[in-house]
């Protein structure tokens, strides 16, 4: 079995800053992209950020210049600074990152449970 696990949400003030943690466990041969996405209240999914295997990053247009991703491949975390917040980065933050559990599977989109982050204006 797969597990993300995100950690560092929470409630902040327009203007400040947060940094979501994602730790990835178990059944793992390799990690290809990593990436956050988010979901505001009636809203779909979106992206926000992903880094490839190669490092490679995309961001969504609302959050350029404000977020940074990064990827630590030895501990099989991924995180997500967020500066400069607004009341519109208000969501559940989720991690998601597509992996195969063995050399002959196929890769599969693994997800992590949420955390939340509010932004009070």
């Known amino acids: 079995q797969v597990q993300l696990v995100e950690t560092g949400g929470g409630l902040v003030q327009a203007g400040g800053s947060l940094r979501l943690s994602c730790a990835v466990s178990?059944?793992?041969?390799?990690?290809?992209?990593m990436g956050w996405y988010r979901q505001a209240p009636g809203k779909q999914r979106d992206v926000v950020a992903i880094?490839?295997?190669?490092?490679?990053?995309n961001y969504a247009d609302s959050v350029k210049g404000r977020f940074t991703i990064s990827r630590d491949n030895a501990n099989k975390m991924v995180y997500l600074q967020m500066n400069s917040l607004k009341s519109e980065d208000t969501a559940i933050y989720y991690c998601?990152?597509?992996?195969?559990?063995?050399?002959?599977?196929?890769?599969?989109?693994?997800w992590g449970q949420g955390t939340q982050v509010t932004v009070s204006s």
């Open positions: 880094v490839t295997s190669g490092g490679t990053t």
């Open positions: 998601n990152v597509v992996a195969r559990s063995r050399s002959y599977a196929p890769e599969t989109r693994y």
């Open positions: 178990g059944n793992i041969f390799s990690v290809n992209s």
